[in-house]
C-alpha cells in the first residue's frame, strides 16, 4: 500500500512496454490467429478520424447483401474486432457486417481523453460519426455489446437519422446506482478501503503490473474465455488475444474510467436521458440467462419508451458474452432482427 499510495501512477507508462512481454506487432499478430476460423471474405482497414486517429474496421459480406442495411458491431470494454469471429460468418451471410475496434481499444488509436466523463463520451461517440461518414454508410443497425452498448444509444440520441435499429447486448451504464442509504447489504470497511486505494488507478493496471506473468494469469484466472471459443480452438490462441488487447497503452481504458463511478456505476447513466433518444428508433435488448448484469434496465427502458419498439430477448445458456457463450442462438435471433429492419 505504501508503494500505491506513496507514487503517482503517471511515471510508470515509461518503463512498462519493456516490462510487459507485448507491441502492436504481437496483438495483430494474435487478431490474425483469431480471425483465421472466420470463413467468409473480409477487408481489414484504418479508418482515419479527426486529429490524426484512426479505427481499425474489419469488413465482410458478399455481393448478395448489397442494399441491405449494414450490420455495425462495436464490443465492450476491452474487447476487439477479434471477439466477434464465431458471429461474422452468419451475421454477414445477409447483410454488410462491419466490426470496428473502439477509439482507444483494440489496434485503433489510442488517443488522450478527457477526464470530464461528459466529454470522453463525446470523444468516443463522434469517432463513431465520422468513421460513418468516411465509410460512406447513410444509415446502419447499430450493435453494442458492455461498453458499446452504452455508446451505441448515446451515439443514436446524437445522430438518430443514421440509425435503423439499435441491439443492445448486455449493456453497460443503463441503470442509476442505488441509494446509498440502502443499508440492507453495507459494504465491508477493507472493501472501501481498498477502492479508495485503487481509485487512481486504470482498471486493468494490476494486468500491466505483473509484466512478464500476464499472459499466464489470463489463462489462469479466465478459462472461461478459452471455452467459449472451443468450438474454433484449442489451444491458447483466445487468452493470448485477450492479453495483448488489454496491455497496450491504457487510452480507451482510462476514458472508461473517467465514465464510470463507484463500483463501476455510470456517472451518466443513459436511463436519465434515454427520453432524447427518438421514439422512432426501435430498440432490442440481449440478455443471457446466466449473466450476473442486472437485467432491470431493459425492462425500465419499456417503462421509459411506452410508445416506442422495445424487445427484450433472454437467450437460455448464456452468460455475459451471450455473443460467445450461445453464438448459433445469438446469431439467430440477431439476424431475425435485422431482417424486419430491410
Given at each position: ?27 495483430q499478430a494474435a487478431e490474425t490467429r483469431m480471425l483465421r476460423c472466420v ?13 490524426g486517429c484512426q479505427l481499425w474496421t474489419l469488413a465482410c459480406g458478399g ?280
Amino acid at each position: 500500500l505504501i508503494f500505491l499510495c506513496g507514487f503517482r501512477w503517471c511515471w510508470i507508462p515509461n518503463w512498462l512496454p519493456s516490462w510487459c512481454p507485448t507491441s502492436q506487432k504481437d496483438l495483430q499478430a494474435a487478431e490474425t490467429r483469431m480471425l483465421r476460423c472466420v470463413s467468409c471474405s473480409f477487408t481489414k482497414h484504418f479508418i482515419p478520424v479527426s486529429n490524426g486517429c484512426q479505427l481499425w474496421t474489419l469488413a465482410c459480406g458478399g455481393a448478395g447483401s448489397r442494399g441491405k442495411t449494414p450490420l455495425v458491431l462495436l464490443h465492450g470494454f476491452g474487447g476487439g474486432v477479434g471477439l466477434w469471429v464465431q458471429n461474422l460468418d452468419a451475421l454477414s451471410r445477409g447483410r454488410p457486417v462491419f466490426a470496428v475496434d473502439l477509439l482507444g481499444f483494440g489496434q485503433s488509436s489510442r488517443p488522450h481523453f478527457s477526464k470530464d466523463p461528459r466529454r470522453a463520451e463525446d470523444q468516443f461517440v463522434e469517432a463513431v460519426e465520422q468513421w460513418r461518414a468516411k465509410v460512406g454508410l447513410e444509415s446502419m443497425i447499430l450493435l453494442g455489446h458492455n461498453l458499446g452498448g452504452y455508446l451505441a444509444v448515446s451515439y443514436s440520441i446524437r445522430h438518430p437519422g443514421r440509425v435503423k435499429h439499435v441491439i443492445l447486448v448486455e449493456p453497460w451504464g443503463f441503470p442509476e446506482r442505488p441509494d446509498s442509504s440502502e443499508a440492507d447489504r453495507p459494504v465491508p470497511v477493507w472493501i472501501k478501503a481498498l477502492g479508495a486505494v485503487f481509485s487512481p488507478f486504470n482498471p486493468l493496471a494490476g494486468l500491466r503490473l505483473v509484466g512478464p506473468l500476464g499472459p499466464s494469469l489470463v489463462q489462469t484466472f479466465r478459462p472461461d474465455l478459452r471455452r467459449k471459443f472451443t468450438s474454433m480452438f484449442t489451444d491458447n490462441t483466445v487468452s493470448e488475444y485477450i492479453y495483448h488487447l488489454n496491455v497496450q497503452t491504457p487510452s480507451g481504458e482510462a476514458a472508461f474510467k473517467s465514465m464510470r463511478g463507484e463500483y463501476g456505476w455510470a456517472k451518466r447513466p443513459m436511463l436519465q436521458r434515454i427520453h432524447r433518444l427518438r421514439p422512432d428508433v426501435p430498440l432490442t435488448v440481449v440478455y443471457g440467462s446466466r449473466s450476473s448484469i442486472d437485467c432491470d434496465a431493459g425492462g425500465a427502458l419499456k417503462e421509459l419508451r411506452p410508445y416506442s419498439h422495445v424487445e427484450i430477448m433472454t437467450i437460455r445458456g448464456a452468460g455475459h458474452y451471450v455473443f460467445a457463450d450461445q453464438p448459433e442462438d445469438f446469431n439467430q435471433r440477431v439476424s431475425q432482427v435485422c431482417e424486419t429492419v430491410d
